[in-house]
């Protein structure tokens, strides 16, 4: 079945860089995605990378995607206090039929300034 | 362009009732997704509506059970509460199966 497992907890400085990572287990994923939950908010869509791409970039935000390993990564430059939240890796097997999406348990991103 | 909307975006109930949660996809989006969040958990997948048919489900009792309108709309209904079902109830909505998601506010439910 669809695992999608994250760290938990991550801390950088302002201004630092942020890199959080997932792995994923459905080899048919078609897309895998980064969502953004502030505080008692529902999930806002940052960004996504189709699976035959490698790497994606869209202004402070570039994702890795190593398709062999099932290894995603999401670094987000010059990290700013705004930025503190949770994030999750979310992925969409192509064996469902359907743009479904198995989620992570979430990476909580503190910024300390 | 309005985004996803739900309502209402608090509701408390007590065990054994009923509850209905009401979800309006984004403009131009026919197609609705429910899923559970529970407290420190990532989102889990309920169940899709496409064209007013249930058209995946995911590991969840027939006590969830929903409902698409012709405007596309959809609610998510969950009988005879349990405690457990105490979580953040989110809708999404996209264009058909092949398009990215997008996440509404949710609907923060408390069964007491």
């Known amino acids: 079945g669809e695992d999608v497992e994250q760290s938990l907890f991550l801390s950088v400085r302002e201004g630092d860089s942020s890199v959080i990572n997932c792995t994923y287990t459905?080899?048919?994923?078609?897309?895998l995605y980064w969502y953004k939950q502030e505080p008692g908010a529902g999930l806002q869509l940052l960004t996504y990378?189709?699976?035959?791409?490698d790497m994606k970039q869209d202004q402070r935000l570039t994702v890795l995607l190593n398709k062999k390993d099932k290894h995603l990564s999401l670094r987000i430059a010059d990290t700013q206090t705004g930025d503190s939240a949770i994030y999750f890796c979310?992925?969409?097997?192509?064996?469902?039929?359907?743009?479904?999406?198995?989620f992570g348990t979430g990476t909580r991103l503190t910024v300390i300034p | 362009d309005a985004g996803v909307t739900q309502s209402p975006t608090h509701l408390i109930k007590t065990r054994g009732q009923q509850v209905t949660l009401r979800c309006s996809p984004k403009?131009?989006?026919?197609?609705v997704s429910w899923y559970q969040q529970a407290l420190g958990q990532g989102p889990q997948f309920i169940f899709q509506?496409?064209?007013?048919?249930?058209?995946q489900r995911g590991n969840f009792p027939d006590r969830f059970s929903g409902h698409q309108f012709p405007n596309y709309s959809s609610e998510l209904n969950v009988n005879a509460l349990l405690l457990g079902d105490s979580a953040l109830y989110l809708c999404?909505?996209?264009?058909?199966?092949?398009?990215?998601?997008?996440f509404g506010p949710g609907t923060r439910l408390l069964v007491l």
């Open positions: 999404a909505s996209s264009r058909d199966r092949v398009e990215t998601q997008y």
């Open positions: 459905d080899s048919s994923s078609t897309y």
């Open positions: 990378i189709f699976s035959n791409m």
């Open positions: 979310a992925e969409s097997p192509l064996t469902t039929g359907a743009n479904n999406l198995f």
């Open positions: 403009s131009g989006h026919d197609t």
């Open positions: 509506y496409y064209e007013e048919e249930e058209r």
